[in-house]
């Protein structure tokens, strides 16, 4: 029983990172500044987001 809460646990956090990376990605620049995230930090922003999951 423990395994499938790991592997549940697992799938909550890609999903969750997969997405902040789609709806990151799909704003503008002027948008992404507004929030205070570059083009670049999209994928640790979506890092953080997974481990908070």
Do not use: P
């Amino acid at each position: 029983m423990l395994l499938w809460g790991l592997v549940a646990k697992q799938i909550r956090r890609w999903q969750a990172y997969r997405r902040t990376v789609l709806e990151l990605s799909q704003l503008d620049d002027r948008t992404l500044a507004d929030i205070n995230v570059t083009r670049g930090e999209i994928v640790h922003v979506a890092r953080q987001a997974a481990a908070a999951a």
